[in-house]
């Protein structure tokens, strides 16, 4: 069973598109994370999601907007690509509180042509 | 805000060769600490962590890491690597007892493995 899954895993699109990127956890995790891998391979967090909730949004273009329908997703829709936003997106899941752990997706490679 | 070093970017090692890779953290209070692995094209895996307790941990695959507070480090250590080992390696931290903090990621060390 697959804990932390993303679809769709590769996503090739034009500048100016609109794209939606989904995450499902069957880990019974209340928390839910999207970070972005850069070309370096650097990871940085976006957003962070609890129980619904947004809790933290970094500094992050406001055509980037999550959506969690439930405790279980978490979907990042992003408007009028760029080539900058060209990376790997990650998924990831926890239990709230001071010491657990994430868990990751497989993460959805983004290329922006 | 926490920050991260991974001091080396690029090591290679032969099969057999003995890894230590660095990771120092900045932040005053309490953390958390872990090592993740990126193997060519896959996702990121929990190779081990630390909360507290025992500051020597060890995970799976013969890795183990050392917490040294007063030098802020966590580095992670393996007797013999097997090319098998070839991957990215990421230090990571968050804020312990303040709930769902994101992790903050070190920029990365690519360990190649040659025969």
């Known amino acids: 069973d697959t804990a932390v899954s993303q679809t769709p895993k590769y996503l090739v699109t034009q500048m100016g598109n609109d794209k939606s990127i989904k995450c499902e956890q069957n880990?019974?995790?209340?928390?839910m994370y999207w970070y972005k891998q850069d070309s370096k391979k650097f990871l940085k967090i976006m957003f962070s999601y609890n129980n619904k909730e947004l809790i933290i949004n970094e500094t992050v273009p406001n055509r980037f907007s999550p959506k969690s329908p439930d405790k279980a997703h978490l979907n990042l829709h992003i408007n009028s690509l760029e080539l900058g936003d060209s990376a790997v997106y990650f998924c990831?899941?926890?239990?709230?509180?001071?010491?657990?752990?994430?868990?990751f997706g497989p993460g959805t490679r983004l290329t922006v042509t | 805000a926490q920050s991260v070093s991974q001091h080396n970017h690029h090591v290679i090692l032969s099969e057999a060769a003995s890894l230590e890779l660095g990771c120092n953290y900045s932040y005053g209070g309490t953390v958390n600490l872990f090592w993740y692995v990126q193997y060519p094209g896959q996702h990121l895996q929990l190779l081990l962590k630390?909360?507290?307790?025992?500051?020597l941990v060890k995970g799976i695959k013969g890795f183990e890491a050392e917490f040294i507070k007063s030098k802020f480090s966590f580095n992670l250590r393996k007797p013999s690597v097997q090319w098998s080992d070839t991957a990215e390696y990421f230090c990571a931290v968050n804020v312990a007892g303040a709930g769902n903090t994101p992790l903050v990621f070190g920029k990365g060390t690519r360990l190649s493995v040659i025969a």
């Open positions: 880990l019974g995790h209340d928390t």
């Open positions: 990831a899941s926890s239990l709230s509180g001071a010491h657990y752990e994430q868990y």
């Open positions: 630390y909360f507290s307790g025992d500051p």
